[in-house]
């Protein structure tokens, strides 16, 4: 199957379940906004589900959280300010026991990164750039960010590039 076969199917699935919740989110939210949350499972001791196998954030505890930013390029924008949770925030809250994170996005992409790049590079999870909060046709909701600029050697190369995966919507703790 090629990768737009695949892809197509999923986004328009992924549009049916959530008309309902973007029909609310759009009522609810200023014009624009595009639905923030993210779904934690996996080696995980904290979860808010009543089958104790998921912690969900949503957009407000998501912007409730301390907003850390990081001024960088990336492969696909010039050097901006980006700004999110930090990744090691997520992991303490949801009290993450593995030592990977396997991120999914909207457009199926899956990459998995050591857990330990939380803290060596203060990884963050980005819902906005330059002010502005990203669209989902646009990086968003969730744009995971290094410091690319700060450590040039290291992550700017294109093993390092798969790293910078947008349209974020779950991660599974391993
Ligand atoms: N959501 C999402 N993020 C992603 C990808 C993707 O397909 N979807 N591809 C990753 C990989 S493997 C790389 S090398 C770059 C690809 O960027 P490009 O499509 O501009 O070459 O983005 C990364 N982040
Ligand atoms: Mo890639």
């Known amino acids: 199957m090629s990768m737009t076969a695949y892809r197509k199917p999923s986004i328009r699935a992924w549009a ?5 919740a ?9 014009a624009q906004a ?21 912690y969900h954030f949503s957009e407000a505890q998501l912007l409730s959280l301390p907003a850390h930013s990081i001024s960088t390029a990336t492969a696909w924008t010039k050097k901006s300010d980006f700004v999110g949770p930090s990744l090691a925030d997520i992991l303490k809250i949801v009290g993450a026991r593995g030592q990977v ?13 050591p857990a330990s790049d939380a803290d060596r590079y203060g990884v963050i999870l ?30 700017s190369t294109a093993g390092a590039t798969a790293k910078f995966v947008w ?5 599974v703790i391993k």
């Open 126 to 155: 980005a819902y906005s750039m330059n002010g502005k909060r990203l669209q989902v046709s646009d990086f968003g909701p969730m744009f995971l960010i290094y410091p690319r600029d700060q450590y040039p050697d290291e992550l």
């Open 167 to 171: 349209q974020i919507k779950s991660l």
């Open 101 to 113: 994170v396997e991120l999914h996005s909207f457009d199926d992409y899956t990459y998995a990164i």
């Open 22 to 30: 973007f029909a609310a989110a759009l009522a609810a939210a200023p």
């Open 34 to 54: 595009t639905p923030l949350a993210l779904d934690v499972t996996g080696q995980i001791t904290q979860t808010t589900d009543a089958a104790h196998s998921v």
């Open 16 to 20: 049916g379940a959530c008309c309902v």
